[in-house]
């Protein structure tokens, strides 16, 4: 009788602790289903980023340059088309000539590429001073031939947003380079666009100033 009245007390008392332990399971497997998750979500996030890098060869940034240029060189020579300032037309013919320059030496640089796998030295780039001098005349005339709200004045701005981009593209690319040719390539085309964003920023600074004279808004 007391083995029996033992056996029936710790029946019931492995049952009350089989209820107990109930309580942490549920939560136990779905920590444990959330962690999984968790995993198999960063092991495709590292996957996909993975892919992305393969997908970032030479020349399939070769090709995304030379797309830029030539959209830069499309929305240059529509500004110059449709401006009705002299000297804005004369700015923005320019730099479409000098996007054009930039395709060319991209194009043969990516033709090289595809064929032997391998980037050319890039040609020595020459200053022309005389050009400088002739932006900074021409953006003087410029200023005297539109204002804030004019056609120009909102170009110079999206043209400004654009070299950034290029500038950001070449930069990233001459930081990633393995190919000493292909950093001096990137570097080289980043100084160029740079140039550009130079010349706009400062025609720009120059018509806001304009403006704010025109209207008379200093204090002093």
Known sequence: MFVLLWLFYLVKAFHQISRATQHFHLPYVYSTQLATKKTISLHTENNNKKLRIMAQTPEHILKEAILLEMKGKAFYQNVAEKSESEAAKKIFQMMADEEDEHILFLSKQFQSYKKN???????????????????????????????????????????????????????????????????????????????????LHEMNEMLREEIWNDNKFWAF
């Not at 400004?160 to 390539?185: G, H």
């Open 117 to 199: 796998k391998k980037f050319e030295k890039p040609a020595e780039y020459i200053e022309h001073p005389e050009e400088e001098i002739a932006l900074k005349v021409l953006t003087e005339q410029l200023i005297k031939e539109t204002n804030a709200a004019s056609f120009e004045a909102s170009a110079i701005s999206a043209a400004m947003d654009f070299e950034k981009r290029a500038v950001k593209l070449y930069k990233d690319r001459a930081e990633e380079a393995v190919d000493p040719y292909e950093k001096e390539l990137y570097d080289m085309l980043a100084r160029w666009e740079m140039g550009h964003e130079k010349a």
